[in-house]
């Protein structure tokens, strides 16, 4: 292996989180590197529509906001490289975090910013019609289906909330839930079955989310009931998947804690960890908020909270050149 430079901070993510702790690490002259992940751009590169984020008073493309970020933290010297983060390896400094395709790198502090991944019910339609009606966020995208139908998958608090929120917007809110109770605390329950424009469709899974002819925008759900073997055809215009979102903690589930959801646990009010030198930002530690803005300023938080460790370590003579 040739000789590795050690650079000041790796960031693991490309979503807005990363993207922000890259500008603002930029800023500071530390030179970040990105590790783009999995989905460069984050969950933003499969949102049509964002209208909430902002300074962008006429909506912007998930995409197109995305590449404005990259261009961003490029612009403060930000370097990015098109691979998967496999490990973290903190037992030494520098770190060093393990690549799939690239040489390792070596880096003084890292920021873990991989995020998280809605869970998919992976049937026909749903990957196809992403962004064109299917969608696994009610606050990023309910706005759009104003005065329509819309259904929404899954049994627990995730879903109820998801319904509720939905119901401010769309006309009907149709739940499908595999069982005949839902295991959703017993309040949010109580609040999906007493809401009037909530209809509850038990025993039911969904098999395929319908398009139309050109396939650019949902027109219904096809729904099987488990108990009966019925199949049914269900006009609607959304199709929320609220099953839950899976943290891409992989690289340091085993030297970090986590949650019994598998999200990362950190020190309250910053980004720091148990382990000196290791930031986390973003979905991948916050499964209340999982907004665009919220993960945007957890990146700041942890490019701030890096900068002044890197300034402390270096203060003390503790950074290896």
Same mark, same amino acid.
């Given at each position: 292996?040739?000789?590795?430079?050690?650079?000041?901070?790796?960031?693991?993510?490309?979503?807005?989180?990363?993207?922000?702790?890259?500008?603002?690490?930029?800023?500071?002259?530390?030179?970040?590197? @990105?590790?783009?992940?999995?989905?460069?751009?984050?969950?933003?590169?499969?949102?049509?529509?964002?209208?909430?984020?902002?300074?962008?008073?006429?909506?912007?493309?998930?995409?197109?906001?995305?590449? /404005?970020?990259?261009?961003?933290?490029?612009?403060?010297?930000?370097?990015?490289?098109?691979?998967?983060?496999?490990?973290?390896? @903190?037992?030494?400094?520098?770190? /060093?975090?393990?690549?799939?395709?690239?040489?390792?790198?070596?880096?003084?502090?890292?920021?873990?910013?991989?995020?998280?991944?809605?869970?998919?019910?992976?049937?026909?339609?749903?990957?196809?019609?992403?962004?064109?009606?299917?969608?696994?966020?009610?606050?990023?995208?309910?706005?759009?289906?104003?005065?329509?139908? @819309?259904?929404?998958?899954?049994?627990?608090?995730?879903?109820?909330?998801?319904?509720?929120?939905?119901?401010?917007?769309?006309?009907?809110?149709?739940?499908?839930?595999? &069982?005949?109770?839902?295991?959703?605390?017993?309040?949010?329950?109580? &609040?999906?079955?007493?809401?009037? /424009?909530?209809?509850?469709?038990?025993?039911?899974?969904?098999?395929?989310?319908?398009?139309?002819?050109?396939?650019?925008?949902?027109?219904?759900?096809?729904?099987?009931?488990?108990?009966?073997?019925?199949?049914?055809?269900?006009?609607?215009?959304?199709?929320?998947?609220?099953?839950?979102?899976?943290?891409?903690?992989?690289? @340091?589930?085993?030297?970090?804690?986590?949650?019994?959801?598998?999200?990362?646990?950190?020190?309250?009010?910053?980004?720091?960890?148990?382990?000196?030198?290791?930031?986390?930002?973003?979905?991948?530690?916050?499964?209340?908020?999982?907004?665009?803005?919220?993960?945007?300023?957890?990146?700041?938080?942890?490019?701030?909270?890096?900068?002044?460790?890197?300034?402390?370590?270096?203060?003390?003579?503790?950074?290896?050149?």
């Amino acid at each position: 292996m040739s000789q590795l430079n050690i650079h000041n901070v790796v960031i693991v993510g490309s979503g807005p989180a990363g993207l922000t702790a890259a500008i603002y690490t930029g800023r500071a002259n530390l030179n970040p590197v @990105v590790v783009d992940g999995m989905q460069p751009g984050g969950q933003l590169m499969i949102t049509s529509d964002v209208e909430n984020y902002p300074g962008f008073p006429e909506g912007i493309s998930g995409p197109e906001m995305m590449d /404005k970020f990259r261009t961003q933290a490029e612009r403060f010297g930000t370097t990015y490289i098109t691979d998967e983060a496999q490990s973290v390896d @903190v037992s030494g400094k520098p770190f /060093k975090i393990n690549l799939g395709d690239h040489e390792p790198l070596l880096a003084h502090a890292v920021i873990v910013a991989s995020g998280a991944s809605a869970k998919w019910l992976k049937i026909p339609g749903e990957q196809e019609l992403m962004g064109k009606g299917v969608s696994a966020c009610a606050t990023c995208d309910g706005f759009f289906f104003r005065d329509r139908v @819309v259904t929404v998958v899954g049994g627990g608090d995730t879903a109820m909330e998801e319904a509720n929120y939905l119901t401010r917007h769309a006309s009907k809110v149709i739940v499908i839930h595999r &069982r005949d109770e839902f295991r959703a605390s017993k309040i949010m329950a109580q &609040r999906v079955i007493d809401n009037p /424009k909530i209809e509850v469709m038990w025993d039911s899974v969904p098999e395929q989310v319908l398009g139309d002819a050109e396939g650019m925008k949902v027109v219904g759900v096809r729904v099987k009931n488990v108990k009966t073997g019925n199949v049914q055809d269900v006009p609607c215009d959304g199709f929320f998947v609220a099953i839950g979102h899976a943290p891409n903690t992989k690289i @340091v589930r085993d030297i970090l804690k986590a949650d019994s959801n598998g999200y990362l646990l950190h020190q309250p009010n910053t980004s720091l960890t148990d382990i000196p030198g290791l930031f986390v930002a973003g979905d991948v530690h916050d499964h209340r908020y999982r907004q665009a803005i919220t993960a945007a300023g957890a990146g700041c938080m942890a490019a701030i909270d890096c900068e002044r460790w890197l300034e402390e370590q270096a203060h003390l003579g503790n950074l290896a050149k």
